[in-house]
């Protein structure tokens, strides 16, 4: 919006028919496959790295998840929505890998910045993309665009769960 800021990507609005940085949006998810392919070559398997993040991290891993070739553990959305999700559907559609893919979606029901409608909009696209019975959706009581110790005591248990310890 015009503002200075460090970003994934430009913010040009926040309401669901706002323009999106397409170009931008692409670019950081490259980047972070990037990342995801560099930790598999030193050894990490795919299927054992939760990208996640808040806000724009938060869209963006949820975006890198759904059009990546690696199949990974899960996704942490936090007071997110999902970007470029008119396009999506063909996007996913190049990669299955991550159709059953756990997701966490955390939002407040107070968050300003990214309104509740987003999440709840989210929550029934990743529906259309992914196996249904993999989506967890929290919504958090008079949380704004923020944490809470409720919200951090889900994602502990959701990250125990699918990234259980190795021996």
């Known amino acids: 919006m015009n503002m200075a800021m460090p970003s994934w990507f430009d913010i040009i609005g926040l309401s669901p028919d706002s323009q999106e940085d397409e170009p931008g949006i692409i670019q950081a998810s490259e980047n972070i496959k990037a990342l995801i392919d560099q930790e ?21 891993s949820l975006y ?10 899960g996704v942490l959305a936090l007071s997110c929505w999902l970007p470029l999700r008119a396009n999506l559907t063909q996007a996913a559609a190049g990669t299955s890998v991550n159709k ?4 966490i979606q955390c939002h407040g029901d107070c968050d300003p910045l990214v309104p509740p409608m987003f999440a709840a909009l989210t929550v029934e696209k990743l ?7 993999n989506i967890q959706y929290k919504v ?9 110790p ?3 005591a889900d994602i502990k248990q959701f990250i125990e769960k699918h990234l259980p ?3």
């Open 150 to 152: 409720q919200e951090m």
């Open 64 to 73: 890198t998840a759904l059009t990546t070739n690696q199949k990974l553990a």
């Open 100 to 103: 059953d893919i756990p997701v």
């Open 140 to 148: 958090y009581s008079g949380m704004t665009h923020s944490s809470c």
């Open 165 to 167: 310890t190795t021996n």
């Open 127 to 133: 529906k259309t993309l992914i196996n249904p019975a």
């Open 40 to 60: 598999v070559k030193n050894g990490i398997p795919s299927n054992r790295i939760i990208v996640g993040g808040f806000s724009q991290g938060g869209a963006l």
